[in-house]
């Protein structure tokens, strides 16, 4: 059965390049086309498509594709890759039927035979030609011609024929019944064959003119065309610009079609340069005189070949402008419908096109992706329109609403030249987006125009991660540029830096605002790198993401910093705030974010931003723990039609939605095949979210739709990082000394996200390597070089001896029987060599003869004995003669030697022939003493300094010749050592020319920090600012290369405590985080010091480390407040270790007993004893109170781990008791309420009740007690005691309901079996509404009332033991409470009411009823789980009536009735109901009326409803 596709609609990756076939369309028109490595199946029709289908499983790309046309089978295809396998599919299930791997080089080309169903036929670059009959499994290897294989095409006539074509422009007929045999050999092209094409149908008559006939005679070299009978007729076409038709049957040529110049190309271009073509032809199966083959530049053409004249072609897409492609095609192939023919067609544009063959007009275009997708961003004026950021240097605007063109794009690329990777639209220009490249680059385009974009001054020195508009800061803030602007343009790019750029302005330099947070907030110390920004919709609050992890939370206009969160402890990759119009207060104030750590944090920001700290405050507690993925988060994005909805993306491949209100996961998306990089959520359909990844394509996809709930347990995430390491990678090659080009492109090629992990992501080819392997083998060991070896080679395993990749010879193990392995052969070559080095060095040396510094003189003295005299005869002469002839000339020529015997200038002339006889044989030191002994030191030094030759000897005697000459000499020869890459000795001859900073420069340029850092201490003042800057310099390489603790000095020996500090703490280890914590203390940075000691201390405390936690916390002075948390844990943890909740593992604990006294009391003293803290110190309590009052914990929810729930039940319970010591009576009644409310909100009802009975151990008569010390009560005083007595009530009434049935005792067991959670419990009805029962199972999944017998209830006591039960029968609670689930209802009812109407809209426009329930009104739908109780019928207008209504009613409750949480009435109610029914008279009258008055009155809600209708039948 043919899968479910997972996503609605998909861009494709772009259909591969410079294949011969590699698109193929089968009769019910499926289009095929491969895209990277896979292949990817649209269904077509003459109006529309449809992604349909991937085909998965080739490793690398294809490189061929073919459907098979033999009637019947038009689902099975098949396809090639440059991994060296063909693959048949099924293309309807999806599956890979069969494959073989016989081709040993690349596969080229690829067909599938028109007349034999399983008869595939493949050719490689080596000229192998492979049969493959997938039926029988069977493959039959031919080798027809020693040549490159560009294409081949199997006969539509003869089965046994195959047509190849080469790159070198032959093309050959073979019969591979004949083994092989060549029929034709068809020679006329000159250049690469690109496409064969066959006549479907053979001919009977080929009308062309006597002209052509000529033409083509020539270029066939035949004597005449005989066109009597039928022919069999193909067609190529060639990069020699031309398009041949060629008569098979007599093995000729019968014409040449030439490729006009279109005027749209213009008349520059030269007809004899063969440029840049791809030719490719396409025989059309219903017009067999007719053929389509594209040109130049992107355009198709028809030809018609009975037409005469010159002009035979017609161009495609004449009608209308911009039809045609703008760059070279690739493929075509067409389909034969009822009605016309169609054509498809892949271009360099990376378009798909779909044209009309009877118009000649294009049907529709779908566009494709070449690289990895970035970013994407919705417009939030023009509805729909999407931006998609993809790594071809492009940006495309989908505008994804349009009906009739469902992928209507277009395309930006000028002026961008690199990777886009951030997106922004103007929130207030509509046709305003910015964008941002891997290269630093940022600038706007003006999408309503063609206009190249305007690009900012200033660029980034690294990849630019994201964009944001938001309100000015200064100085754009002043004078009259902020009434000219409200927004301005953030970026944030990959070396720690947001500028902010005057959009109106982007020729003027962005500014830097970290200058405004130094001067803002008083700062000196070196800001942390950031890695995000996101601002508030509103625009008065920025958050800034660091790559430490840390987020810091900024308010407008003038940057101060109000808080910072320490939550995260790797680089923060997404930051997204929630949007404004919320219907929940709370909910506009969240701020999501995801780091490498593969968690997802939300931050309840609403009490920072209402009430600003004077002071900076750090947040170390999340709203929302989201646990699920298992790889780095890199992107996310709130629901705009939700409160609280949140999408995810990540690196191990999938997309997930959460309900951050709820602490729950909603669905897990699984549709790519790659790691996803960016999502949006759709601002049109709240069902709809778009995703993007590094597998080259943009989804659609819905979340009702998905069939998974969460994230893949690492298994995917594992599959990808094993796929990711098992690319071939280049070798690495010992380092050298990199020059100051290669360390500025060094620093220059940035990744995205700044770490290692993400340079994958950017990284879109990766090389083999082979090369360089071949290479470093032969570096090793000039003896073992890859030619040296025979041709039949056996590699062995990379962990064999020292090569990674060592070829021998498979032939010499077999002749050698006693042969050793590869290792120990290399072993002995190496003790071989030893051992003749050794034997060199003990033979005696012979004393080298010294090179003559004259040698052209010297060698004259070896003349003949007649030849000598001769020369004497001849110095004799002119010495007394004083005559000179031209043929003697002493110094000169033949008597060069002379020169030594006669005056100075005969001697000069000698050294001038002796010094270009040494500049020619580039004997330089010999020419340099020549010229010193002529006293020339000048030409010395000049020839020395051009030729690159200074020595140590020639700057040291340069000072004859004066300082000046001296200096400039030695500036000539530093620049000689760099480029020798003698830094070092460079840089000390700079000091003798007393340049200090420059060579201090020179070394710090080559990133020899330690030697810089050595000459600039020994040179310099301490107080230098070049030696701090040495030591940061030294301190960033350091950690970037993971050096944390040698960066950390460095930062120390600058006096930049805090960043030593911070990059200790990187490492997140306990060692580390504590080292960091006591460095920041003995610096004096005490707010940084004790967040890494509460962090460090929170971690021990999760593993139940109670020693070494207060061991931590104690060497701080100013966090008594946590060591009270911490021990009052630990006592806490000891108390529900008595009660079966809890069992502590750990050994590292107090020796701290529980007794008989009361939880408050026994926790009084331990404080005393250990603490020194008593309720006598006044002044110390009050600031106890403060600094546990700051400290702010989340809302629980169902989620929240139980470790994390009990820290927070301990830092709420030593609340209570400093309250308790400070006789602060009121604080002490909401302290407890809340902390009773936390547990139930957690639903953990055996943990509430066990928390009561330690804080309130006389039930009501505690909370009287300290009521009575109340002088005079408020309102919210009285409010939540009656909040609070009234959950003391509900854990007695379920008491008494389980008392005497053993159930209470069974579900402890079960609890502590850990067989079910304690917040299971709830209400739960039968199928007729009759009964109600416990939702609580055992171990065995039975329920509790099926493990004890029924439930009967003491009659002697139950009436006077049931009267704090009419606590819990609060009439204004209950209408409270019932109101607030009504509006709940009604909300869930007008989203399932839009969602039904966009899915009935949308099945109008696709021409669709709904089947499966015709009788449905329109009005809403009819499934949606909402209140029953809301009167029918339901429309809009009404429901927004009554939510109206509802919420009029709530603002008439009192505020400290709804401030207050309280239990839930209604199921008291019921359970009292329950009770009295069980057991008659068990429950007193008047309080069983009251019951069934209120839920009368208020059990109207879906929840209650079904229930109710059993007590008033």
Partial sequence: MKLTKMHERLLPPSPNWYCSRCCDVNPKGLLGFGGKNSVYLLSVTATSLVVSGELKGHTERVSGFAFCHYPGQDDICASCSDDGTVKIWDSYKQIKLKEHKNHQSTITALHWSPLVKDLVVSGDEKGIVICYWYNRNDTQCFFPEPRNIFCLSCSPHNENHIAVGYKDGMIVIIDISKKSEVIHRLRGHDDEIHSLAWCHQPLEEFYVRHDEVLESEVASGGNGVDLAGKECYLASGSKDQTVRVWSTTRGKGVMTLKLPFLKRRGASVDPSVKERLWLTVHWCKGRSTQIVSSCFGGELILWDLTKSGKQKWTLFGSSVDGQN???????????????????????????????????????????????????????????????????????????????????????????????????????????????????????????????????????????????????PVPPLSFGGEREKQSLTLYSCAGEGTIFQHNAWKLTEEATDIDKV???????????????????????????????????????????????????????????????????????????????????????????????????????????????????????????PHHDGRLVSVCYDGTAQVWDVMKDEPLCNYRGHKGRLLCVQWSPVDPDVIWTGGDDFTVQEWRVSKQEHLKPPKGKKGIELEKKRTSQAKPKARKKKKTSVKECDKQEGSDVVNGDVESCSTRTEDIASGADEDEEEAEKKDPHLTVDSFPTQTKVLPKDIGYHRDVQVTAASEKNKPGVKSWSAKCDSVKEEKKREKQAEMQMPVKKKKARSILPLSTCMDHKSKEEQLQDCLTLATVQHSGELSSQCIPGSGAHIHLGLFEKRDALYKMFDEEGRSHIEGGHFDSLFYLLLWKGDLAGALQIATEKGELTDHLVAISSMAGYQVWARTVEAFVKQLCFQEQFVKAASYLLSVHKVYEAIDLLKSQQLYREAIALAKSRLPSEDPALKDLYISWALVLERDGHYAAAAKCYLASDSTYEAVKVIAKKSDAMSLRTAAEIARVVGESDLSHTLSLRIAKEMLLDEDWLGAQDVLRAQGNLLGHQLIFATNELFYIFLETTKLVKRSSTSAYSWT??????????????????????????????????????????????????????????????????????????MISDILGVVNRCSEAGNYCLMREVCKLLLPKGIDSILSIKDMLDSPDVDTLAASHSLEAFVAYIQLYEMWWKGSGTELQF????????????????????????????????????????????????????????????????????????????????????????????????????????????????????????????????????????????????????????????????????????????PSSVPEDLAEQARSLIRKYGTTVTYKKACRSFFN
């Fill in 1308 to 1479: 402890e067991m079960d609890v502590q079996r850990g067989s079910i959670d304690a917040g299971e419990i709830e209400l739960v009805y039968d199928e007729s509404g009759d009964h109600i029962i416990e939702n609580s199972t055992n171990g065995n999944g039975t329920t509790s009332d099926e493990c004890s017998p029924k439930k009967e209830l003491c009659h002697s006591k139950q009436e006077s033991s049931l009267s704090f039960c009419r606590n819990l029968l609060s009439e204004t609670h209950a209408a409270l409470q019932t109101t607030q689930h009504l509006i709940k209802e009604i909300q869930e009812k007008l989203s399932s009411m839009v969602h039904f109407h966009m899915r009935a809209a949308e099945s109008k426009k696709n021409g669709e009823l709904c089947r499966e329930n015709p009788e449905t009104d329109l009005t809403g739908p009819t499934e949606a789980p909402v209140a029953q109780s809301i009167e029918e019928p339901e429309s809009l207008p009404s429901l927004i009536a009554l939510l109206s209504e509802y919420n009029k009613t709530l603002t008439h409750i009192p505020d400290h009735i709804k401030r207050n949480s309280f239990p839930d009435v209604l199921e008291c109610c019921l359970i009292l109901l329950y009770m009295e029914r069980s057991v």
């Fill in 1154 to 1227: 529980v007794g008989h006294d009361p939880f408050i009391e026994t926790v009084i003293k331990l404080w005393e004893t250990e603490f020194n803290v008593s309720s006598k110190d006044c002044d110390k309590m009050h600031l106890l109170y403060q600094q546990l009052k700051s400290v702010e914990n989340p809302p629980a929810s169902v989620n929240v781990p139980f470790k994390q729930l009990l820290f927070h039940l301990s830092h709420d319970i030593t609340v209570i008791i400093v309250s308790f010591l400070r006789s602060s009576w009121s604080e």
């Fill in 517 to 639: 947070i130094r001067e803002t907030n008083g700062i000196k110390h070196k800001l942390q790198a950031h890695s995000d920004l996101n601002w508030k919709p509103d625009g008065k609050i920025l958050a800034v993401g660091n790559e430490d992890g840390s987020i810091e939370i900024f308010q407008a206009l003038d940057l101060k910093l109000l808080c910072s969160i320490q939550q995260h402890h790797k680089i923060i990759n997404a930051l997204c705030w929630h949007h404004d119009h919320a219907s929940q207060e709370d909910a506009s104030y969240l701020l999501a974010s995801g780091s490498n750590n593969a968690i997802i944090y939300v931050h309840n920001l609403k009490n920072l931003i209402v009430t600003p700290p004077d002071t900076p405050i750090t947040m170390m507690e999340p709203y929302r723990t989201l646990i699920g993925h298992t790889a780095k988060i890199t992107g996310l994005s709130w629901s």
């Fill in 325 to 471: 492609h703008t760059r070279i095609a690739f493929n075509l192939c067409s389909i034969l419908t009822e009605d016309r023919e169609l054509i498809f067609s892949t271009s360099m544009d990376r378009d798909v096109k779909c044209w009309d063959l009877s118009t000649l007009d294009c049907c529709w275009t779908v566009p494709s992706l070449g690289g990895f997708v970035y970013c994407l961003n919705f417009s939030p004026l023009d509805t729909g329109s999407l931006a998609v950021g993809v790594g071809d240097n492009m940006i495309r605007t989908w505008n994804t609403l349009t009906i009739q063109n469902r992928y209507d794009t277009k395309i930006f690329w000028q002026g961008i030249k690199s990777k886009v990777t951030a997106l922004a639209w103007h929130p207030l220009k509509e046709n305003w987006l910015a964008f941002g490249t891997d290269d630093g680059k940022v600038g706007i385009f003006d999408t309503y125009s063609n206009r190249p974009p305007q690009i900012s001054a200033s660029y980034h020195r690294k990849t630019v991660y994201t964009l944001a508009w938001g309100p």
